[in-house]
């Protein structure tokens, strides 16, 4: 299995970018975009969960991003999407999508956000 997740760069404060993370390998035939996340890692901190689907479809997210970014899939192309909004310096972070197959949590290598002017 194989997280292949893309879309970050150098962004100014207040600005957008739209991260993809796309799952190949030996994954099941169902619709497994249901079961990829987001999570990011500043430098120093601990990594930490920001989005993730319900089991409906329905998305959530940590407190921090909530009304700034949005989680959306194309199942067909077992892809993710992370749109980011009106980015802040303390958004900066490696971000990665993992996939849970059980009992495995895969992770991609991530993708770095640098917001900064």
């Known amino acids: 299995v194989q997280l292949q997740a893309s879309g970050g760069g150098l962004v100014q404060p207040g600005g957008s970018l739209r991260l993809s993370c796309t799952a190949s390998?030996?994954?099941?035939?169902?619709?497994?975009?249901?079961?990829i996340a987001w999570y990011r890692q500043a430098p120093g901190k601990q990594r930490e969960w920001v989005a993730s689907?319900?089991?409906?479809?329905?998305?959530r997210q940590v407190d921090a991003v909530k009304g700034r970014f949005t989680m959306s899939r194309d199942i067909g192309k077992k892809t993710v999407f992370l749109q980011m909004n009106s980015l802040k310096p303390e958004d900066t972070a490696a971000y990665y999508c993992?996939?849970?197959?059980?009992?495995?949590?895969?992770w991609g290598r991530g993708t770095q956000v640098t917001v900064s002017s």
């Open positions: 390998g030996m994954i099941p035939s169902r619709d497994v975009t249901i079961d």
């Open positions: 689907f319900r089991p409906d479809g329905s998305t």
């Open positions: 993992t996939l849970r197959i059980w009992p495995t949590d895969y």
